[in-house]
Each structure stands twice: as structure tokens, then as C-alpha cells.
């Protein structure tokens, strides 16, 4: 993966709650982001163009653009219109496709980034990667961190509730990527960033034990902020590791060889608590599980689709999606037999544990 867009430095203003869309207009003609107004708002279809729309009376010298499909090619043509003018910035509104093709096309032209989420599926709302597809693979690119992150709670709540439930195990899988990150520091003397490592733990243990679910404001605040500090922690140390491992090889190796499968928050939730068992930590495996079970998360392969077979095919494929990063999967470096007596034993203790 290529280095990230480091920086140590937050956001220059981070509002997450209902009716934060209505300010949207005067945190864009801030002196610090835009002395006129004159910036290029990046829509994808749905509520971004709902947005965009009530931007328009206060910002007559925006462009709107619609992009789709959070590919590569749509990144670099967006960047394509953005040298026709002159930008003070780039607005994202909408999904992490929308967004992440915009921190793309921001990051490449030099231009900073307003991160405006409707939907909470996973850290990218606020992160320096951008996933995008090229030639039918997910690569992560990285970029600069949004200047300005904005997620307002009314139009989180009327996006699709699978969408925003995604980001609560791409937020729990922190726990398991900071210990496959500690796991690498043991054997390898990889360093491992205090900093970033409590930013990124801070809010999965935020999300992990909160009592409320998507329905209650209170939680998808803690979620919301959970997703952004994950993006910070990337942002600080300038590499993914306190936020991605083991889990998220996994998740690409599902990506890449069963396209469509599942989301990227729900396959990397599955992929921790399967790494977690791996490592042999019994608490955080029954914590993890139970939290994934309440929001109604998949925990096992096949509730997102995917056979014993397919799984340990995505397990054995996973640590070449990652080739730089070690992690559990490569510590144990398990054959296709023993991940399957392993994925076995797996769906044993989930059994005793839960039920």
C-alpha cells in the first residue's frame, strides 16, 4: 500500500450531528477553506444531490459534479474537470464511493478536502486512503485528510440501515488490527505509534461497550466519531495499521476473488473476530462476537454468502493482498487444511459461547 498523506494535524472543524448540513454553507466560505464560495461540490446519486441542491441558493459559484461507481478511471476523470477552473476546494457529499473519489481527485489536484457523510459504512469519511476500483480490483491510494468532516444525523438516519451498521465492525476491527500491529513490534520490531494506536482503540472500545444501537442517537454519535478518530489515527502515524490487519487482508482477498460479496465493514467485523479466535484471546473473541450479534452483523461466512470453502480460499489468498504487513495470518502462515479445522473449531466456540 502506498504511504499515506501524513499529517498530524485534526480537521479544521469536525460537527456531527442533527441538522449539521444547515451550517454547511457558512463552514465553506470560512476564510480557511474558501474566501468565495468558489468550490467543486462532488455528488453521487441519492441524498448528495438532495444536499447539493441546498447549497446552491448560498453558493452560486459552485460547480456540481456527479460521479458513481468509486472507481479509479471516475477519480482520475473528476480530476480531469477539476483543471478547468480555479477551486479554493473540493466537497464530497454522499457515501464512502462518493468520497473517496473525491479525496482522490482533491489530493491530486493539491486542493483541500470537506468530507460531508451521509452514510457511516466505514472510516474513509475521514481517513488518508481512497478505495477505488481499477481494472475489477479495490486498491487503497493514499491521500490527505479531509480539512473539514461533517455528518449530520438526519440524513445518516435516512440512508440505508445496512450501510451504516457496516461501519460498527470496520470501527470493532481496530481491536484486532492493533494487536496484529503489536504482534508485528514483538517479531519483527516493528514500531508502533502510542498516539495513533489510542485514537484508533479509543473508539472501538467506545462502540464495543455503548448499550445503544443505530436507532439511538447517542450511538451512532459514538459511532460517527469512532469512524473519524480511526481516520485520524491513519492520518497520524501516515500508514493504515492501527486500523487495518489481518481483518482487512481478508476483507480484500473476499473483495478480489468473490466480488459483491458483502460490504467492506461487515466482511472486515467477520474478519476480525476470525482473526481474534486465531490469536487466542478468549475475552476480547466473546466481547467482539457479542457485539457483532447485537447489531445484527455477519459472524460466520456463510451469512454473507460465502461457503467453508470459499472462506478458507479468501483466507489463504489474504496475506498477498497486504505483502508488506504481518499479522496474524502470516505469523501462523496456516495451510488450506488447518485454516478449515481452524474456521471448524471457529464456528465450534461461537456455538458454546453465544449460540
Known amino acids: 500500500m502506498p504511504l499515506l498523506a501524513r499529517s498530524v494535524l485534526t480537521p479544521l472543524h469536525i460537527d456531527v450531528r442533527r441538522g449539521a448540513v444547515a451550517d454547511l454553507a457558512a463552514i465553506l466560505s470560512d476564510g480557511r477553506i474558501s474566501a468565495g464560495g468558489d468550490v467543486a461540490v462532488v455528488v453521487g446519486p441519492g441524498q448528495g444531490e438532495k444536499i447539493a441542491e441546498l447549497l446552491r441558493p448560498s453558493l452560486r459559484s459552485a460547480d456540481v459534479f456527479t460521479v458513481s461507481g468509486g472507481t479509479l478511471d471516475a477519480a482520475d476523470e473528476l480530476g480531469g ?19 473517496d473519489v473525491a479525496k482522490y481527485a482533491a489530493t491530486r489536484r493539491g486542493l483541500p478536502m470537506v468530507s460531508v457523510a451521509t452514510a457511516l459504512a466505514n472510516d474513509g469519511i475521514a481517513s488518508p486512503v481512497a478505495s477505488l476500483i481499477t481494472e475489477g480490483l479495490k486498491g487503497s491510494y493514499g491521500v490527505h485528510i479531509p480539512i473539514a468532516v461533517i455528518v449530520d444525523l438526519d440524513f445518516v438516519e435516512a440512508g440505508p440501515e445496512r450501510h451504516n451498521r457496516a461501519g460498527i465492525g470496520d470501527v470493532v476491527s481496530n481491536i484486532s488490527a492493533l494487536a496484529d500491529w503489536e504482534l508485528a513490534r514483538q517479531v519483527r520490531g516493528e514500531p508502533v505509534d502510542g498516539l495513533a494506536a489510542s485514537l484508533a482503540r479509543a473508539g472501538a472500545e467506545a462502540v464495543l461497550n455503548h448499550p445503544g444501537d443505530m436507532t439511538d442517537d447517542a450511538f451512532v454519535t459514538v459511532l460517527a466519531d469512532a469512524l473519524i478518530s480511526s481516520g485520524l489515527a491513519m492520518a497520524v502515524c501516515g500508514t493504515s495499521r492501527p486500523s487495518s490487519g489481518g481483518c482487512h487482508e481478508i476483507m480484500h482477498a473476499v473483495d478480489a476473488l468473490f466480488p459483491g460479496t458483502a460490504s467492506h465493514g461487515e466482511l472486515a467485523g467477520l474478519g476480525a473476530l476470525f482473526c481474534t479466535f486465531l490469536r487466542g484471546d ?74
Open 282 to 355: 478468549e475475552r476480547r473473541f466473546v466481547e467482539m462476537s457479542a457485539c457483532l450479534a447485537r447489531h445484527g452483523l455477519p459472524r460466520l461466512p456463510a451469512e454473507v454468502g460465502l461457503t467453508d470453502d470459499r472462506f478458507v480460499e479468501a483466507v489463504q489468498f489474504a496475506p498477498a493482498t497486504r505483502p508488506d504487513r504481518y499479522t496474524i495470518l502470516e505469523h501462523l502462515a496456516m495451510s488450506a487444511t488447518e485454516t478449515r479445522e481452524r474456521l471448524a473449531d471457529y464456528a465450534g466456540a461461537l456455538r458454546d459461547h453465544l449460540g
Open 81 to 99: 474537470k477539476l483543471r478547468a477552473r480555479s477551486y479554493d476546494a473540493v466537497v464530497g457529499i454522499g457515501g464512502g464511493k462518493t468520497i
